[in-house]
Every structure is written in structure tokens, then in C-alpha cells.
């Protein structure tokens, strides 16, 4: 007996319903990027200089990076993409989802630079065996794992901000800290590369998750934005350990943790939320900013596509301009 057909769709660009779909696939491809084309060698004479701890921290910083960006983009973003129907929709989490294994790929080209075979067998390892590593990835992944509906659809969307507008944070605080005072600058580029990718995905996904909100009944609404803020307190828990364990020997914990609140609230406005901890910019140490600062950069073959941090919209409000990055 034959199966039976469904009739399917062709994604046709020349007409588009939500209009914002385009805007974001220009601006995914304007700011495509290559792990290749930043060159690291500069990196490796400063990595010499560095003491053991220095070194075992960045190499464990950018190890769990590793391991976020692979869960993004080998469950996140394709079980997303399968639960939106919007085909532009699925287009543009699609080049996203491509960008993340780009990321944790560019790692990897910095663990090849830096550090021997042994011990990038070695972070691996300790990748998998980290538990707060493991805690905060598995929160995520398990929103991820249970979408059937409208209110699993947001939570999974709301964590997909919360993993890249604020847990990819921890992590990209140590290159940030040494590219702000003129080290390891071609790894710092490459993090400045994946923030501003980060920057738009959580932008996207935010959107999303407020559209998919405003399908869903008044009360449950009240409730499903309650559950986000128990999530990221249950994350931030969890960072604060991680944090911890990796930054307390270099005397940074409170310099990340400040850090990582600022992005806290940079998730929740993604997701059209109120801020929670209400951290202002000046409160973040200026090296960090520095290190953010793209106009410091000496590779300047990216100044054409923009960067920087990117401000997060409310879906009712806003407009073309606010894409004019
Ligand atoms: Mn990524
Ligand atoms: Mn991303």
C-alpha cells in the first residue's frame, strides 16, 4: 500500500509574512565568518608568558564554550527548528544553528594553536566530567528535549536565550579580560566574532519567544514568565560554582559574577522581561569592556560587517531602524 502524502511547502522568498525574517538572514550572512581567517600566531608567544593557572583557566573556559556550542547546535537549534512552522522562520534558526558548530569548531583551531594533543584529550575529559559544566548544560537541553506545545515551545526558546545571551558568558570573560589589555588579541577576536553572532541569535530567538508567548492564554502567560526567572536563578546557582571553581584561584570571582548578572538581564529583555538584577554598564571592569571594544582590533577586514554588542528589542516596538547595526 502506498503511503499516504502530505503536501508540502517550498520556502518562497519572494514572499515573506514575517517581515523580520529577511532582515535577520542579511544580517546572519552579512556577518558570516571563518575560524581560518583570524590568524593566531601573535597568540602563542603571549601564551608562553602566562602562568600555569592563567593557562588552565582559559583552556577550561573555552573547553565549556566548546561544549554549549555543540549542544546549540547539534539539539538546540535543530528541535527548535522542527517545532516552529514559519519556514523563513526555520531558514534563519538553520544558518544560526550552522554558526554554533563554526564556534565550537573555532576552539578547537585556538586549543591547536595553544595547547598539546595531550592536553586538549585532557580538557575534553574534564569537559565531561565538570558537574556544574554538566548542570547548567543539562537544564537547558532538558527544555530542548520536551517540546509538544506552545508553553514547551517558549521555555525551550526562553532557554536558548538564557544559554547564549548569558551562560556563554562565564566563559567568554577570561579572553575578553586578557584581549582588553592588548593579549592573546587574535583569540579575542575570534570571541568578539561568536558575541556578535551570540549577540543576534538571542535578539532572534528573544522575538520568537515573545511571539510564541502572545499565542498562549493571559494567566498562563503570568506563570510561564515566572518559570523563566526560576530557571535562571537556578542557572545563575549553578555559574556562580562554576565561576568559582575557575576564577576564584586568579582573583576574578567578582568580576565575573558582576559580568554575569549584566548578561542575566540582557537575556530577560531579549525575552521582552524585566531586568532582575539591574547591573548598568559602568559597573562592568573596563578591561572587559575594552576587550569588547572592536575598534582596538588590529584586523580590520571585519570593520565592513559591524559588530558589537547588539541592543535587545520588544517585539511590539520595534522597527526596521533598530536592525540598522
Ligand atoms: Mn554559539
Ligand atoms: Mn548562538
Known amino acids: 500500500m502506498p503511503r499516504e502524502?502530505?503536501?508540502?511547502?517550498?520556502?518562497?522568498?519572494?514572499?515573506?509574512?514575517?517581515?523580520?525574517?529577511?532582515?535577520?538572514?542579511?544580517q546572519n550572512v552579512r556577518q558570516f565568518w571563518v575560524d581560518e581567517e583570524i590568524s593566531l600566531t601573535e597568540d602563542k608567544k603571549v601564551w608562553l608568558t602566562l602562568t600555569k593557572e592563567e593557562q588552565d583557566?582559559?583552556?577550561?573556559?573555552?573547553?565549556?564554550?566548546?561544549?554549549?556550542?555543540?549542544?546549540?547546535?547539534?539539539?538546540?537549534?535543530?528541535?527548535?527548528?522542527?517545532?516552529?512552522?514559519?519556514?523563513?522562520?526555520?531558514?534563519?534558526?538553520?544558518?544560526?544553528?550552522?554558526?554554533?558548530?563554526?564556534?565550537?569548531?573555532?576552539?578547537?583551531?585556538?586549543?591547536?594553536?595553544?595547547?598539546?594533543?595531550?592536553?586538549i584529550d585532557e580538557l575534553f575529559l574534564w569537559v565531561e566530567e565538570n558537574k556544574h559544566l554538566q548542570r547548567k548544560v543539562n537544564i537547558i537541553v532538558e527544555k530542548y528535549l520536551v517540546i509538544t506545545d506552545d508553553e514547551s515551545l517558549y521555555l525551550a526558546m526562553a532557554s536558548s536565550v538564557l544559554l547564549e545571551t548569558f551562560l556563554f558568558y562565564s566563559g567568554f570573560f577570561y579572553p575578553l579580560w586578557f584581549s582588553g589589555q592588548g593579549k592573546l588579541i587574535g583569540s579575542g577576536e575570534i570571541i568578539n566574532l561568536i558575541i556578535r553572532d551570540e549577540s543576534i541569535h538571542g535578539v532572534f530567538v528573544g522575538l520568537l519567544s515573545q511571539n510564541t508567548l502572545s499565542k498562549i492564554e493571559q494567566t498562563k502567560q503570568e506563570e510561564l514568565k515566572k518559570q523563566v526567572i526560576q530557571?535562571?536563578?537556578?542557572?545563575?546557582?549553578?555559574?556562580?560554582?562554576?565561576?568559582?571553581?575557575l576564577y576564584f584561584k586568579l582573583g576574578l570571582f567578582d568580576e565575573v559574577l558582576v559580568f554575569l548578572k549584566y548578561n542575566a538581564d540582557k537575556a530577560l529583555m531579549n525575552l521582552g522581561l524585566d531586568p532582575y538584577y539591574n547591573i548598568k554598564e559602568e559597573d562592568i571592569n573596563p578591561i572587559i569592556l575594552n576587550g569588547m571594544d572592536t575598534e582596538t582590533k588590529t584586523h580590520d577586514f571585519f570593520s565592513t560587517k559591524g559588530n558589537g554588542y547588539i541592543k535587545s528589542l520588544k517585539h511590539d516596538d520595534f522597527e526596521d531602524d533598530d536592525f540598522d547595526w
Do not use: C
Not at 75 to 93: D, F, R
Not at 232 to 241: C, F, H, N, T, V
Open 5 to 26: 502524502q502530505k503536501n508540502l511547502q517550498a520556502i518562497n522568498w519572494n514572499k515573506i509574512e514575517e517581515d523580520y525574517s529577511k532582515i535577520f538572514w542579511d
Open 57 to 119: 583557566t582559559y583552556e577550561k573556559v573555552l573547553a565549556g564554550l566548546t561544549l554549549l556550542d555543540t549542544q546549540q547546535g547539534g539539539i538546540g537549534m535543530p528541535l527548535i527548528i522542527q517545532n516552529v512552522e514559519n519556514l523563513h522562520t526555520k531558514a534563519v534558526l538553520s544558518f544560526m544553528g550552522a554558526m554554533e558548530q563554526m564556534h565550537a569548531k573555532s576552539y578547537s583551531t585556538i586549543f591547536s594553536t595553544l595547547s598539546s594533543t595531550e592536553r
Open 231 to 245: 530557571i535562571m536563578l537556578e542557572l545563575m546557582e549553578s555559574e556562580i560554582k562554576y565561576t568559582k571553581e
